[in-house]
């Protein structure tokens, strides 16, 4: 009896720890966002397509690595992932900013943030000129997608738009920020009102877009350090030359220094081109730049040893110095 009571409670934990993302509730009854958006569609699009969208993401992955890292991690680097996570956590993730920012007319505030208030002002001119470029973006999404205002890791505000269920966190994203305001514009998210005319969804949707939560939302965006993660990621020499490294110095911790012989002379080339790229504009700086002069010498430095067949130990240390300078350049990127 005491075997069966704990395999239940396993059987349980497992589909307990299998549910990591839940689906959120929202701020308000499905029949309030009416006429803009109708009750029915506001309930099959929140507790079915949402829904759906939770628990295929957590389908996906269940008893994997992938279970412990963050939301924004597994958007980061969608390009690594499987198609079944990458269109579920961009599901996930749509939709809960979407209903964040749609609130009925009469529980809208009119104050939004002096920030957002200026940065407007002085990308836009003002908020009107955001809904016809918004609205432009979302009717010439071809197919299913969202269009979205976001801000771009040089702290400007941006409008684009992203196909299926992507976003410009992810890394397969053309233009890359954090988004605080996204329209759904999937079929599912107004045809039952609307049937094809996604042009008078548009017009009515802004009725419902809160912008002093937008207002917030720009303001948090501005301080979140994933904002750092997302330039750095954009900056492809980077990428490229931190996957060699990867790939040549872990081995050498655990005393592998075959794949850095083999490949030290990859690594120096992606070290000069790296010295030689153009860092993002936040990331060009001073600091950045004598910390990559640097890493290009010991880089050289080891493809020389190499070659005059030097003891391994030697060379694993030199790798762990120009390592320890790589993770400068980092550190200081975060600054
Ligand atoms: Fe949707």
């Not at 929202?26 to 506001?42: C, G, H, N, R, V």
């Not at 628990?55 to 499987?82: D, H, P, Q, V």
């Not at 492809?236 to 050498?252: A, D, I, N, Y």
């Not at 910390?291 to 030199?318: G, H, S």
């Amino acid at each position: 009896m005491k075997n069966y009571f704990l395999f239940a409670l396993f059987i349980l934990s497992t589909q307990i720890n299998a549910q990591i993302y839940s689906l959120p509730s929202l701020k308000y009854s499905y029949e309030s966002y009416e006429p803009f958006i109708d009750a029915q569609t506001m309930e099959i699009h929140h507790s079915k397509h949402h829904q759906a969208y939770v628990n295929n993401l957590n389908k996906a992955i269940a008893g994997t690595s992938l279970e412990k890292i963050s939301l924004n991690e597994l958007m980061m680097y969608a390009s690594f992932r499987t198609d079944a996570i990458r269109n579920n956590v961009g599901g996930h993730y749509n939709h809960s900013l979407f209903w964040e920012i749609l609130s009925p007319k009469e529980m809208q505030s009119a104050i939004i943030t002096s920030e957002f208030d200026a940065a407007v002002k002085a990308q836009f001119g003002n908020l009107d000129s955001i809904k016809t470029k918004l609205n432009q973006a979302a009717t010439t999404r071809f197919g299913s997608g969202w269009a979205w205002l976001i801000v771009t890791p040089d702290k400007k505000l941006m409008i684009t738009s992203t196909q299926n269920q992507d976003n410009p966190i992810m890394d397969v994203a053309k233009d890359r920020g954090i988004p605080i305001l996204g329209i759904d514009v999937w079929e599912h998210a107004y045809y039952l009102k609307y049937q094809n005319k996604r042009a008078d969804y548009l017009n009515a949707i802004w009725n419902l877009i809160d912008w002093a939560i937008v207002s917030e939302k720009y303001n948090s965006a501005l301080n979140d350090p994933l904002l750092a993660q997302i330039e750095k990621d954009s900056w492809p020499e980077l990428k490229e030359f931190h996957k060699v490294m990867g790939q040549t110095f872990h081995p050498s911790e655990s005393g592998n220094i075959e794949p850095l012989r083999k490949r030290s002379g990859e690594l120096m080339a992606k070290a000069v081109i790296l010295n030689n790229s153009v860092p993002p504009a936040s990331l060009n700086k001073p600091e950045i730049h004598i910390a990559l002069e640097t890493l290009e010498k010991q880089c050289v430095e080891i493809y020389k040893l190499k070659n005059k067949k030097v003891k391994d130990d030697f060379l694993k240390k030199k790798i762990a110095e120009a390592h320890e300078t790589f993770h400068i350049v980092q550190g200081l990127c975060h600054d």
